[in-house]
């Protein structure tokens, strides 16, 4: 672990200019901007982004369709951002939101008018362009894939394409198509237009085809995506597109970056006083994670929304768990009586199991949400997966260097790494049935309070704009106003007008148009808060104020893809577990322990009626990588035990032992991450506290479990069985004892 004087100087010059590199990356950026925080993406409800409304051609269009069309449009949008939106707006428009973009008009022409494929014979395109009936030989349902691609070997100016791939319907009906086409062109008609029409030069029978001449590769690419996705329901006609500011507000970013420097210099501060060197090197860490964060985000051009941010505070809490994991065993070996040499060694060889454990668990949980996920699911994927490479990074790679540095720098003594003080012993195991008991009670008030207010007619939680849609009002202003004046001054008339408690607002960019959302709101309500609003902010004369009724921002298809990837995480979760520990208690405990801290988060939301928006999603995400992460250190430990076990072992005293040997791990993770919560609630805007309230009660539900329920769950299911043959030894024995006691008093 001795560094020579030129090892120490390399080292010391590594750290030093990597920390500067990303400091400076990130706020100034390199080359154009590039890598810039002021660069990064932000989402609607940050920024702003494009607004496009289309309208249903046809005149009655059923529930299915309109679902359908949604969403084939929010997978086509995907390509833009994660966290678009799409939406129903009125009855019979669709709105279509996409962050990050301010050119409405390229979005318009890239997203098209949305159509469907066809292939066409002879016949048929005859009949196509004289608007009369026809049937296609093939249609975009025939389609499995289609890709893009480019020919290098054509000498044509336009060597870009797009290959199809048939199912086993389309192959069939190509094939035949071919044969009876021979010599005869075949016309690929999309979106209203022809895209090519190659003539037939042989039967083609393995179920592929091409469209070629296309102008670029983007185009290609384009047309290959949206054939992917299949053909649109229902005919759109674009009616309007608008450039709109942020859904929050600009309040909600500054206030939000106070927040969190408030609450990195707290955390800083609190590790450094309960750790000496190691809290000076994990607020070091800390930096480098936070900066390199950012940075990556920026490069990879990640839309960055309040899911967003939810992955990159659970990245922070990861983070300080892992540099607390690390520096409480180093403490633990301290207090054994190691040298500080060795202290450090051994406690970054004995934290490394519990740190990838806890961090590859989540982040299989990162790769299946990304995957199977959709809008808000995928962003917070995104940025929670890219936390934990950095945080392992940081926690396995740059606090061991830098904490060799500081000893080799002379802080050798053990007095600056702190000793671990041997507290009484606590039977955690003895108060299971109370907290089993505590627990029941808790979820059981949630479902009872959703049964309450169901029964008054009311919706079992307090459900948002996002999940329920409601009413928009669209005001045209004689003159325009700040995003400032728009929240305090404006929102607050149109709640206390209206009767209601969620308004959010969308400015037209460069007009005095600005869009409030509300709940469902009836016809006098609507003119109570026309009449409120007008008496103080003037609207243009001879103009009307616009309402619509909207439906839920929040599809079917991102609340069923969410369950879905839930599900699938927890499932790969158990495999992973079951596989490091080889016992499937472990594995069936730890997904208990994770369901309980979601059910209580949930019985917060449902007596509380805290808001159930686009943040509820991105709450229970992330108590689902923040419970397992502190369940598997708790494991760790437990398994860590049990390999000095022997046939004297008492397993009660092992799982106590375990549970109190990461107490204080525990309690200090959870502070950290808490700090972090309660800053952005006390500092944040309304959608960022209503963000932040219910995550601050995950992080103590997910204390509380590691603590009192996982390891006595794993104990109850038969954990206690490992130990009970030498339990029932040492019973026989005290038995035995007794009698010859007896025995030897009776002579």
């Not at 469907?116 to 349902?141: I, K, M, N, R, V």
């Not at 995104?382 to 926690?395: N, R, Y």
Request: net charge neutral.
């Amino acid at each position: 672990m001795k560094y020579g004087k030129g090892k120490k100087i390399a080292y010391s010059i590594i750290i030093v200019a990597l920390a500067v590199f990303l400091t400076v990356a990130v706020m100034l950026g390199l080359k154009n901007g590039y890598g810039s925080a002021k660069d990064i993406n932000l989402g609607l409800d940050l920024a702003g982004g494009v607004s496009i409304t289309y309208e249903i051609q046809e005149s009655d269009p059923g529930t299915q369709e309109i679902n359908d069309t949604i969403s084939k449009l929010e997978k086509r949008v995907e390509g833009k951002s994660t966290e678009s939106q799409v939406y129903v707006a009125g009855d019979n428009r669709i709105a279509v939101e996409i962050p990050g973009v301010t050119d409405a008009n390229a979005i318009l022409e890239e997203l098209g008018t949305p159509g469907s494929l066809e292939f066409l014979d002879s016949t048929g395109y005859s009949a196509w362009t004289s608007g009369s009936d026809y049937t296609p030989l093939l249609t975009g349902s025939d389609v499995k894939s289609a890709q893009a691609y480019t020919n290098n070997n054509s000498t044509d100016s336009t060597p870009y394409g797009v290959e199809l791939t048939f199912n086993e319907d389309g192959t069939a009906k190509f094939a035949q198509a071919t044969q009876d086409n021979l010599g005869k062109p075949i016309y690929i008609v999309y979106d209203g237009e022809v895209v090519s029409a190659p003539t037939v030069q042989t039967v083609i029978t393995g179920g592929t085809a091409t469209i070629t001449g296309m102008e670029s590769y983007e185009a290609a690419d384009n047309l290959a995506v949206f054939i992917r996705v299949g053909s649109i329901p229902l005919t759109l006609k674009e009616v309007s597109s608008n450039i709109v500011g942020a859904q929050l507000g600009y309040n909600a970013i500054q206030t939000s970056l106070i927040a969190a420097i408030i609450g990195f210099v707290l955390i800083c501060i609190f590790m450094i006083a309960a750790y000496r060197v190691p809290g000076v090197v994990a607020a070091i860490a800390l930096w480098v994670y936070s900066v390199m964060v950012l940075f990556l985000v920026s490069v990879y051009d990640i839309t960055l929304t309040l899911p967003g941010l939810a992955g990159l505070i659970l990245g922070i809490g990861m983070a300080v768990d892992a540099n607390v994991i690390i520096y409480t065993r180093i403490r633990e070996e301290i207090g054994a009586g190691r040298s500080t040499e060795n202290a450090i060694l051994a406690g970054y060889e004995k934290a490394t199991s519990a740190i990838v454990d806890g961090n590859v668990t989540t982040f299989i949980a990162a790769i299946v949400l990304y995957i199977f996920g959709t809008g808000p699911i995928k962003g917070f994927a995104m940025t929670l997966g890219l936390g934990i490479i950095v945080s392992m990074f940081t926690a396995l790679v740059i606090t061991r260097v830098v904490m060799k540095l500081f000893y080799n720098f002379g802080l050798t003594d053990t007095k600056w790494y702190g000793r671990t003080i041997h507290k009484k012993k606590f039977n955690f195991l003895g108060i299971r049935k109370w907290c089993f008991l505590g627990s029941a009670i808790v979820i059981i008030a949630g479902f009872v309070a959703m049964g309450v207010f169901s029964s008054m007619g009311k919706y079992t939680l307090n459900y948002g704009l996002d999940f329920v849609g409601g009413t928009t009002s669209t005001y045209t202003f004689q003159q325009e106003y700040s995003q400032d004046e728009i929240e305090n001054g404006i929102i607050p008339i149109i709640k206390s007008a209206a009767g209601v408690t969620e308004v959010q607002q969308q400015k037209v960019k460069d007009s005095t148009k600005v869009t409030f959302k509300t709940s469902a709101l009836s016809l006098e309500q609507r003119e109570a808060a026309e009449t409120a609003v007008k008496a103080k902010y003037p609207v243009e004369e001879n103009s009307i104020v616009e309402t619509n009724t909207i439906g839920s921002s929040v599809s079917a298809t991102t609340k069923r893809s969410a369950f879905i990837s839930v599900a699938i995480a927890t499932i790969c979760m158990l495999i992973y577990i079951f596989i490091r520990f080889r016992d499937v208690k472990f594995a069936f405990a730890a997904v208990v322990a994770l369901l309980h801290d979601v059910l209580v988060v949930l019985a917060f939301y449902a007596i509380a009626r805290v808001s159930v928006g686009t943040t509820f999603i991105a709450c229970m995400l992330t108590l689902v990588g923040y419970s397992i992460n502190a369940t598997i250190v708790i494991f760790d430990r437990i398994r860590e035990l049990l390999k000095n076990a022997n046939k004297k072992t008492n397993i009660t005293d092992l799982v106590n032992d375990a549970i109190g040997s990461t107490f204080t791990r525990t309690i200090n993770t959870s502070l950290t991450t808490f700090v972090m919560l309660f800053c952005l609630f006390i500092l944040g805007v309304s959608s960022v506290r209503e963000f932040a309230l219910p995550l601050m009660v995950g992080v103590i539900a997910g204390a509380y479990s590691s603590v009192c329920i996982t390891s006595a769950l794993w104990y109850v299911l038969g954990g206690k069985k490992i130990g009970a043959q030498a339990e029932e030894s040492a019973k026989e024995e005290k038995k035995k004892n007794i009698r010859n006691s007896r025995k030897h008093r009776s002579y």
